[in-house]
T-cell receptor, first 113, second 114 residues
Framework: DGGITQSPKYLFRKEGQNVTLSCEQN?????MYWYRQDPGQGLRLIYY???????QKGDIAEGYSVSREKKESFPLTVTSAQKNPTAFYLC????????????FGDGTRLSIL | SQKIEQNSEALNIQEGKTATLTCNYT??????LQWYRQDPGRGPVFLLL?????KEKRKERLKVTFDTTLKQSLFHITASQPADSATYLC?????????????FGKGTKLSVIP
């Protein structure tokens, strides 16, 4: 079955540590996205990529970094500069075009030890 | 600044009734609007997309309306079932027509009571 796989499901980070969240899709989608979801808030866009080797900052990119070396993969690194990293992180993908539905993975919940 | 409001954080409804969820926006001129369903601990799942030149869209028991004058979308679930219990999110193209980005509302948690 085609879809988006996020791993791990749960992740714990120590203070001052960088962690990388994995996102892989086999939908042959060009565009990929990372969102952060906090209780009582809507999804907020961190980074997005419309094509391999290109990505743009979203609304809350500070403290995060991404890479897009392969079409299938869009890993997100939460750096130590992100002061409030505890959240539910969602990865999504879509086909090219401005009005395409986004397909989401089942998220990674990041917590600080 | 652009703003999306889903008018209720939570909505309880009796099984078999029609659930109506509201999405209002300000300082936007969206070309389209999308609705998603999200279950606890899962990612959102796309349900329906409606364009600015469409008044209404239907899919099985779901109906969405889009009123660009009122700056509002209504999402209806007819003959609601307990399995419809979930959080429903509306999303608009956040940067105007042609944008890849979506801006999401905070969601409305629907509970269908047997």
């Amino acid at each position: 079955d085609g879809g988006i796989t996020q791993s791990p499901k749960y992740l714990f980070r120590k203070e001052g540590q960088n962690v990388t969240l994995s996102c892989e899709q086999n939908l042959n989608h060009d565009a990929m996205y990372w969102y952060r979801q906090d209780p009582g808030q809507g999804l907020r866009l961190i980074y997005y990529s419309q094509i391999v080797n290109d990505f743009q900052k979203g609304d809350i990119a500070e403290g995060y970094s991404v890479s897009r070396e392969k079409k299938e993969s869009f890993p997100l690194t939460v750096t130590s500069a992100q002061k409030n990293p505890t959240a539910f992180y969602l990865c999504a993908s879509s086909t090219q075009g401005s009005n395409q539905p986004q397909h989401f993975g089942d998220g990674t919940r990041l917590s600080i030890l | 600044s652009q703003k999306i409001e889903q008018n209720s954080e939570a909505l309880n409804i009796q099984e078999g009734k029609t659930a109506t969820l509201t999405c209002n926006y300000t300082n936007y001129s969206p070309a389209y609007l999308q609705w998603y369903r999200q279950d606890p601990g899962r990612g959102p799942v796309f349900l329906l997309l409606i364009r600015e030149n469409e008044k209404e869209k239907r899919k099985e028991r779901l109906k969405v309306t889009f009123d660009t004058t009122l700056k509002q979308s209504l999402f209806h679930i007819t003959a609601s079932q307990p399995a419809d219990s979930a959080t429903y999110l509306c999303a608009l193209d956040g940067q105007g027509a042609g944008s890849y980005q979506l801006t999401f509302g905070k969601g409305t948690k629907l509970s269908v009571i047997p």
